[in-house]
C-alpha cells in the first residue's frame, strides 16, 4: 500500500527503531575519548547545577510569552469556526457578498417568509420571484435612487453571487438540478424585464494614448488639484499601471519601503543607469496572498517625451519629501554627479527609514495655514478613478478612461511581445492561466489586417493598431458637462415642478417636528432630482451628438468650411496658466538632446520642474459653484517692483477697516500667489464664507474654542 505524503516525510517508528534511536542517542552522548575524565565530568555538572541554581529568577525570562494551559484551552473553545471561511475573502468580495444576501433577506420579509427556510426550500419558482423582485428595485440604503439591473450580464453576475452565498449559507453546494433550472430562469426574466444582452463596449489604452492623456493631465486647466502633489501622482500612477500591468489597488497602496532606487553599471556607456525596482505587495489574492512581484524600471537615454517617464517624475516627488537617506543628495544634480565605484557594478540609493511607511500615493488635507500632503492617508482608488474618468473626458475620448484600461494594454502589449511567453505573461498579471487573458482581456474587436494577410500582402500594423485605439475617438466638442441654460432647464420639467409644489406646501407646518422632518426630506428629494435629471440631459446630449455631429461635419467639410469654429474654440485654451504651471509644461514637453550631457540637462530641468510645482496650491476641485469668490480684478498684473508696495498695503487695510474683506491667512501665505494673497472679497460675509471653507476644519475649532474657554476662566 502507497504510503501518505506524511509517512514519505517521516518513517514509521516502531519498537525496534526506538531501541536503536535510543542507543544511538546514547551513543552520541558517551565519552569514548581518553581525554574526558571523570573529574571534568563533574566539574561540568557542578557548574552546570551554579548555573541553574542562579538562573531560577524569572526577570531573565522577562522577554519569553509564557501561558497557562488554561489560556489556551479557553482560546480553542473561543474559536469562531464560522469566521474561518470569510477570511478566504477580500474586504471588497464579502462586502458584495453581503449586499447579496441582504437581498436575500429583505425578499424573504417581503413575502413574510424566515431566510433560513427560503435557503432550505429554494426551487425554481422562488428563484423566479426573486430574480424579477431583484430587477425592479428601484431604491438603495436610505431611499437612494438607484438604476437597477439593465443588461443580462449584471443578471448572470448577480446568479454566480447568489451560489456562492447560499453555499456560505447552508454549507453545501445547491441541488444541480436546481442550479441548471436556475439557468432557465436568468434567461426568462431577462427575456421578460427587456434586458439588454449587448457586452459593454471595451478600452484598451495604448502607450500612444497613454502619452496624449498625460500630456492632456499635465497641461489642462479644466480640472484642476488642491496641490501640484496630486496631480504629478496621478500623471506617475497612469505610467505604473502601465508599465508594470497591476490592479489599481496594488498601486495605491505602495510605500516608500516598496522602492528601491540604484545606480547600476552600463558597459556600453560612460555613465550608470538608474533603475527603478518596484515591489507590488498588495496583488489580488484569493486563499491566501501571492507572491510579489519586483520589477525593474530602466531609465531610458534620450527619451522621445519625458511625459511618459516615471523615472522623472518619481524623482521630482521624491526630492520634494527629501526622501534620499544620503544627506547630499538634495537635488537632481547631485544625483547624476554620482557614478559606480570600480570593481563594483552598482551603487545604491537607500531611502530614509522615517518614510518607509508613508503612502507614495497619499492626500492632501486643508489646514488652517494652507493645503498640506498627507503621507500617512492612502490615496482612495476610488478618487483616482473618478480623476481618470474626468481627464479622459477633457481628452475627448468617447470610451469612459478607467485604471484597468492601463492593464488591459499591458496585457495585450506582453501577450504580442516574442520575449515574453504564455508562462511568464501570467506570472507577470498574476494569472493562473493563459484562458483569463482570452477571456476578459482578449478584445472581440479583430486589430489584425486580415484582408491584407488572406491577399499574402503585408499588413498594415500601424495602422490598424491606431484603428483600435482610444485616440481614434478624440473630439474634445464631445459634451462633457452642461451649460448654465441647459442647467437650467430642469425645472421646468413637470416632476421638478411637483416637487416644488410639494416642498411649498410643506413650509407652512415647518413649525412640527414631524412637518420639519417632511419638510428637510422633499429637499433632498428635489436636489436629487434635480440631479439625476441634469445627468439624464447631459447623456442625451452625448447621444445626439454621436449622431447628429458626423453628419453637420461632412456637410461643412462639402460647403468648404474646412476648419470649424467649435473645434477651433474647443482646442483653445480658455484658463490662464499660472507660471509655475508653465515652467512645468514647458521642461516636460521638450525634445531629446543629441548629445548626452545636454541629455542629462534636460532631465534635471524637468526633475527640478516637478519639485517645484508639487508644492503649487492650484485651488479645491469642487463641481459646485463656490460662493463668495473674490472680487474680478481689472487692474493689470502686478510687478514683481510692486510687491512689497501691495503687501503693505494690504496689511495697511486689515490693520485699519473695522470690517476687512482681505483674508490674513492667505496674505500670510508666502506659497500663493500675490494675486491670490491679496485678494479682496465683495463683502465681508463673503470673507468669512471663505475663511470657513478654506482655513477651518474640526481640529482648528476645537482648539479656538478651548483656548477661548481657558483665556475666559483665566
Known sequence: MRQSRYDEDYPLINNESDSASDSDTDSLFDSSDNEVDTASDTDSEASLEEIDSDTNNDDLFDDEVRHPPEYYLAASANLDVGRLRQKRYSPKTQDRLDWVKDHHDRYCTFIKKHPV????????????????????????KRGRRRPGIKHTSSLQTFWKWYLIVYRLETGMKIDGLVQVQGQNVLKVVATEKELDNTKRESATMYVEDLAEYARVLLTTREMTFQLGWLRIQLILFCQLAGITGNRPKALVQLRYRHLKLTLIRDHSNSRPRLFIELTAEFTKGFLGMKDANEFKIPEIIYDPTLVLSPYTFLLGMLFKVQAFESPSIVSPEKLYSLNV?????????????????????????????????A?????????????????????????????????????KELNESPDVSDSFQNFILQHSSIDTFLKHYLDWNINVDVQNIYRGQAPQRELMRFACS??????????????????????????????????????????DPVGEAKYQ????????????????LLVDLVERFKKEQPVIDSERQLAGKVVDEDTRDALAQSDRVTPEHLLLIDAILTLPETSLENEYQRRIAAVNAITAYCGVEEGPA???????????????????????????????????????????????????TLRERVASYATSGSLSRHFLRKHTTLQTLVQYFFVSFHWQET
Open 375 to 411: 503621507p500617512h492617508l492612502q490615496l482612495f482608488s476610488d478618487s483616482v478613478r473618478y480623476r481618470m474618468k474626468i481627464g479622459g473626458q477633457i481628452t475627448g475620448f468617447a470610451q469612459v478612461t478607467k485604471p484597468y484600461v492601463f492593464r488591459d494594454g499591458a496585457a
Open 341 to 373: 565605484l570600480k570593481r563594483m557594478n552598482e551603487q545604491q540609493l537607500p531611502l530614509k527609514d522615517a518614510l518607509s511607511d508613508d503612502f507614495i500615493f497619499c492626500q492632501a488635507i486643508q489646514t488652517a495655514y494652507g493645503v498640506c500632503l
Open 470 to 511: 482610444m485616440s481614434r475617438s478624440i473630439d474634445p466638442r464631445r459634451p462633457r458637462k452642461l451649460t448654465p441654460e441647459q442647467s437650467a432647464s430642469v425645472n421646468e420639467l413637470p416632476c421638478i415642478v411637483k416637487l416644488k409644489c410639494r416642498i411649498t406646501k410643506l413650509s407652512g407646518i415647518r413649525e
Open 117 to 140: 427556510q427560503c435557503f432550505q426550500e429554494v426551487s425554481a419558482n422562488f428563484l423566479y420571484g426573486f430574480l424579477c423582485w431583484v430587477c425592479d428595485q428601484r431604491r438603495g
Open 622 to 672: 469642487s463641481r459646485r459653484i463656490q460662493r463668495g469668490r473674490p472680487v474680478k480684478d481689472e487692474s493689470p498684473p502686478v510687478l514683481k517692483t510692486e510687491e512689497p508696495d501691495t503687501l503693505s498695503q494690504a496689511i495697511r487695510s486689515i490693520k485699519s477697516e473695522k470690517r476687512p474683506t482681505k483674508c490674513f491667512v492667505c496674505l500670510g501665505n508666502r506659497s500663493l
Open 521 to 536: 426630506k422633499a429637499r433632498r428629494r428635489l436636489q436629487s432630482e434635480k440631479q439625476r435629471q441634469r445627468r439624464l
